[in-house]
């Protein structure tokens, strides 16, 4: 039986006796330490959301985001290693704008999402390459359909009505299996996924930590926009007092 | 310019012996499809090359393109936006590709191309997202939807029949109609356009072709 670090695991260009590439699994080892993203599919439209730790005071409060339009209609979360999160975002971006010169119409979400997988996978195949160490939630809207997708380091891409990424990915997943997501709207998420969010942070509470998000919605107009930072704090506010109180056993 | 087959001089590239698609073609949409159509007349400088062609090309299921100006041109700008169009429909999962898209193939060819290429194209068709539309890429390479579009020698006969008889929301009837009586009098003063008339219907169930025999065309000149 072939552990870790036996020598297979050396480049993206070997197999292991099972049948596995150790270095593809190792950057989705990566994926699963960064901070905890979430993808909603709601009754209208789709709500993204991320959180991550705030090293320092210094640090100025809503920059650094780990969510990105990609199209007016396209939004991306990232998570794990942020800069190559970033370099996949900015490949998606060129896509969708070529694609967009080229074709004369956007780029739909079901192609985009195909076109970046293929470009992550692309990287699992060369020794002089590193698979990106990073997942990638997309969201986007096509003639009133909202779809949904999630993106591996292996290049892997699947649809979902939900994802979960990130360290607290198994909490969130559970909370997320108690809602029916059907019947809520985007705006509705929002309160439940901070819940999620602050009740999945195993560090103390006292870290300091920031919540992202952003939605494409019949309330957007179909375009994907960040949610409004006010509307945002005060749920986020709401989540924290009704945790606590939960644990008070009020 | 040093390419071989193209010259500004028509004259000169008829003498040459290329492919001139003089002729008369147009496209009209009504309530519920498309309806294309074209002479049947290509010429040589005087020659009449072929005197049955066709020149309603299909692109896709829905969609047509009709040609005029240097007939290798036009073929092969139609054969590469056939390809390209059928990769599109196959990822995109989509039976019948938009009409925007084959036009835009087009639009950015003959653009990107304009110092090489004599070509002037009409696309046509339906797609289930917008429906029927038609779209004119002339010379320069530049690309206008519009309701009808009339190209080709011919068409500069019948601009004032075409402005005076065409109406929004006709029905496939009073739209055949239209096409095979402005293709008619072009043919019948256009020394360039002859032969039969040719017409498809395009509709979201399917398309119809037939034609007009030279004794049933409604204006002989």
């Avoid at chain 1, 990105?68 to 939004?75: D, M």
């Avoid at chain 2, 071989?4 to 008829?14: Q, R």
């Amino acid at each position: 039986m072939s552990g870790a670090g036996t020598g297979y695991d050396l480049s993206p260009t070997t197999y292991n006796p099972e049948g596995r590439v150790f270095q593809v699994d190792y950057a989705i080892k990566a994926t699963e330490n960064g901070g905890t993203i979430i993808g909603l599919k709601c009754r209208d439209g789709i709500l993204l959301a991320g959180e991550k730790n705030v090293v320092s005071r210094m640090m100025m409060e809503g920059s650094n985001k780990y969510i990105f339009g990609v199209t007016k209609e396209i939004g991306a979360v990232i998570t794990g290693v942020i800069p190559d999160g970033k370099s996949v975002i900015t490949r998606a971006r060129q896509e969708a704008s070529q694609y967009s010169e080229f074709y004369g119409q956007p780029i739909k979400p079901t192609v985009l999402a195909d076109r970046v997988a293929q470009y992550m996978y692309l990287f699992t195949l060369y020794g002089g390459l590193r698979p990106f160490g990073s997942t990638i939630m997309l969201a986007g809207r096509y003639q009133n359909e909202y779809r949904l997708f999630m993106l591996d380091p292996s290049g892997a891409m699947f649809e979902y009505y939900s994802c979960t990424a990130g360290k607290g990915s198994q909490v969130c997943r559970t909370e997320i299996d108690k809602l029916r997501l059907e019947d809520i709207t985007v705006r509705d998420a929002v309160y439940h996924v901070c819940r999620m969010l602050i009740k999945s942070r195993e560090e103390t509470r006292d870290k300091r930590y920031e919540i992202d998000m952003g939605w494409v919605s019949e309330e957007s107009f179909g375009l994907f926009v960040p949610v409004p930072t006010e509307f945002r704090k005060e749920m986020e506010n709401k989540a924290k007092e009704d945790i606590e109180r939960e644990e008070r056993g009020e | 310019m040093a390419a071989i087959g193209v010259s500004d001089n028509i004259s000169e590239l008829s003498g040459m012996g290329v492919e001139l698609t003089g002729t008369s073609i147009m496209a009209v949409t009504f309530n519920g499809g498309v309806v294309v159509g074209a002479d049947s007349r290509t010429t040589s400088g005087t020659y009449i090359a072929s005197r049955i062609s066709d020149k309603l090309e299909p692109i896709h299921s829905r969609i047509f393109c009709l040609r005029s100006g240097v007939s290798s041109h036009t073929q092969t700008l139609a054969k590469y936006v056939r390809h390209y169009l059928s990769q599109y429909a196959v990822n995109e999962n989509s039976e019948y590709p938009e009409v925007g898209v084959a036009a835009r193939l087009f639009q950015v060819m003959n653009y990107s191309n304009k110092d090489f290429l004599r070509a002037s194209i009409i696309v046509a068709g339906w797609d289930p997202v917008q429906g029927p539309q038609v779209y004119e890429i002339p010379l320069g390479g530049s690309m206008v939807q519009v309701p009808f579009a009339i190209s080709g020698s011919g068409s500069g006969y019948i601009y004032g029949y075409c402005d005076a008889n065409w109406k929004p929301n006709m029905s496939e009837n009073e739209a055949v109609d239209f096409v095979k009586n402005a293709l008619s009098l072009a043919m019948s003063r256009d020394g360039s356009s002859g032969g039969i008339s040719r017409y498809a219907v395009v509709r979201p169930d399917g398309v119809t072709r037939n034609y007009v025999s030279q004794n049933e065309l409604p204006f002989r000149g």
